[in-house]
């Protein structure tokens, strides 16, 4: 046995990072098809999270990404309030290159062989016509496009969602649940960032932005002049008077060097994977920056593709996402209680909600 293998099957078995319930490994030579199914946790409900589709380096790389991704979903779905437990499925290859229709009704096959225990959606490198044909092949798959029964673009509740814990953090920092009259700097103005950016124009913040796309900058200046732009993100994080950053393009955005050249006393985004490194959460902590937990503040996507499942209505949804103020909030209160940094408050209130419905 390679040791690579080994640092898996110990993740899955025997680490307090797995725990998993079950490991599918799919094979479909006619197509090319090589996936990995992990479902974390079913104590809440089926598993819900998106198909990944990218070239690993390996099918153990393949593996260990989908139960992490996996893990991450459990704690994300129990967060959201959802009846939903944790899963991911990566597909191994270039997109590019390999994905066919043929490759995606194979995959819709092992989906439906699972029998609902997994629920797929979008991830990197699968969209909605993806999906389309996928759930060609069963009925466990989301993030379809309106004409096949879909919910269409999840950035509108993903946005409204981070602006809600955006709101939450504010009523913690400063005791008024408002943006009103504060400097937040949003970094990366894509599909999410620019929703945000009209839900802050609109409760009277003053907005600052940068993005790496000429286009996705036009785009809000365009329609909203009074957007101050700077070059980069680093220019972003040292603007004076910045109250709150908002990170919404990649991972990673807090590390040691952005952690220490914050000026912001909020951090609320939409990216996924923000904390670069373990232990950087207490670090933002110590300097006296709140840090609102991406995947709390970022779920409405995945309330919205939950939702789906149920015959997609919007003002349904947006009623589920607006309840991330209150759990942006009691995250806050707990990380106060326990003195802990809000991500690992977080991950406590998650690993309850689900040690519960194991017991009940
Ligand atoms: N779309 C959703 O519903 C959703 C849900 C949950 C989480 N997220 C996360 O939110 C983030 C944004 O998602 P999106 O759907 O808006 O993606 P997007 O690709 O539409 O937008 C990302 C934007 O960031 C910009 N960008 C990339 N690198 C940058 C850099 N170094 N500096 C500044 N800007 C940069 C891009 O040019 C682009 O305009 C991602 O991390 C995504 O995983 C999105």
């Given at each position: 046995?390679?040791?690579?293998?080994?640092?898996?099957?110990?993740?899955?078995?025997?680490?307090?990072?797995?725990?998993?319930?079950?490991?599918?490994?799919?094979q479909?030579?006619?197509?090319?098809?090589?996936?990995?199914?992990?479902?974390?946790?079913?104590?809440?409900?089926?598993?819900?999270?998106?198909?990944?589709?990218?070239?690993?380096?390996?099918?153990?790389?393949?593996?260990?990404?989908?139960?992490?991704?996996?893990?991450?979903?459990?704690?994300?779905?129990?967060?959201?309030?959802?009846?939903?437990?944790?899963?991911?499925?990566?597909?191994?290859?270039?997109?590019?290159l390999?994905?066919?229709?043929?490759?995606?009704?194979?995959?819709?096959?092992?989906?439906?062989?699972?029998?609902?225990?997994?629920?797929?959606?979008c991830?990197?490198?699968?969209y909605?016509?993806?999906?389309?044909?996928?759930?060609?092949?069963?009925?466990?798959?989301?993030?379809?496009?309106?004409?096949?029964?879909?919910?269409?673009?999840?950035?509108?509740?993903?946005?409204?969602?981070?602006?809600?814990?955006?709101?939450?953090?504010?009523?913690?920092?400063?005791?008024?649940?408002?943006?009103?009259?504060?400097?937040?700097?949003?970094?990366?103005?894509?599909?999410?960032?620019h929703?945000?950016?009209?839900?802050?124009?609109?409760?009277?913040?003053?907005?600052?932005?940068?993005?790496?796309?000429?286009?996705?900058?036009r785009?809000?200046?365009?329609?909203?002049?009074?957007?101050?732009?700077?070059?980069?993100?680093?220019?972003?994080?040292?603007?004076?008077?910045?109250?709150?950053?908002?990170?919404?393009?990649?991972?990673?955005?807090?590390?040691?060097?952005?952690?220490?050249?914050?000026?912001?006393?909020?951090?609320?985004?939409?990216?996924?994977?923000?904390?670069a490194?373990?232990?950087?959460?207490?670090?933002?902590?110590?300097?006296?920056?709140?840090?609102?937990?991406?995947?709390?503040?970022?779920?409405?996507?995945?309330?919205?593709?939950?939702?789906?499942?149920?015959?997609?209505?919007?003002d349904?949804?947006?009623?589920?996402?607006?309840?991330?103020?209150?759990?942006?909030?009691?995250?806050?209160?707990?990380?106060?209680?326990?003195?802990?940094?809000?991500?690992?408050?977080?991950?406590?209130?998650?690993?309850?909600?689900?040690?519960?419905?194991?017991?009940?």
């Amino acid at each position: 046995m390679t040791d690579v293998t080994d640092g898996v099957l110990h993740t899955l078995f025997r680490s307090e990072q797995g725990g998993h319930e079950q490991v599918v490994l799919c094979q479909d030579r006619a197509s090319g098809l090589k996936a990995v199914i992990a479902l974390h946790s079913t104590a809440l409900g089926p598993a819900l999270g998106g198909t990944r589709f990218y070239p690993y380096a390996s099918e153990e790389d393949a593996v260990a990404d989908a139960l992490n991704l996996s893990r991450g979903m459990s704690y994300k779905n129990a967060l959201a309030g959802l009846e939903h437990g944790g899963g991911k499925a990566v597909i191994i290859g270039d997109p590019e290159l390999i994905k066919t229709e043929q490759l995606l009704l194979a995959y819709g096959r092992f989906v439906a062989s699972l029998g609902g225990r997994y629920v797929t959606a979008c991830d990197v490198g699968t969209y909605v016509a993806d999906m389309d044909v996928v759930a060609r092949e069963n009925r466990w798959t989301t993030g379809r496009s309106p004409e096949n029964g879909g919910a269409g673009d999840s950035s509108v509740l993903t946005a409204y969602g981070v602006f809600q814990g955006m709101r939450a953090s504010a009523q913690h920092a400063w005791g008024d649940p408002t943006l009103h009259g504060r400097r937040v700097g949003v970094a990366g103005v894509g599909k999410v960032g620019h929703y945000l950016v009209e839900h802050l124009l609109q409760d009277g913040a003053e907005v600052v932005i940068t993005d790496v796309r000429e286009e996705s900058v036009r785009r809000i200046t365009d329609k909203f002049p009074q957007v101050t732009v700077v070059a980069d993100t680093d220019a972003l994080i040292s603007t004076e008077g910045l109250d709150v950053y908002a990170p919404c393009a990649l991972g990673g955005a807090l590390n040691d060097e952005s952690v220490a050249a914050l000026t912001a006393k909020v951090v609320c985004g939409a990216a996924n994977n923000q904390l670069a490194h373990p232990g950087i959460e207490k670090d933002i902590a110590d300097r006296g920056i709140l840090y609102a937990p991406d995947y709390v503040v970022n779920a409405g996507g995945v309330i919205q593709v939950a939702d789906e499942l149920h015959g997609f209505d919007f003002d349904r949804c947006k009623a589920k996402a607006s309840k991330i103020f209150d759990t942006t909030l009691a995250i806050f209160a707990r990380a106060k209680e326990d003195g802990i940094p809000p991500a690992a408050a977080a991950d406590r209130i998650a690993e309850q909600r689900m040690a519960e419905a194991r017991l009940g």
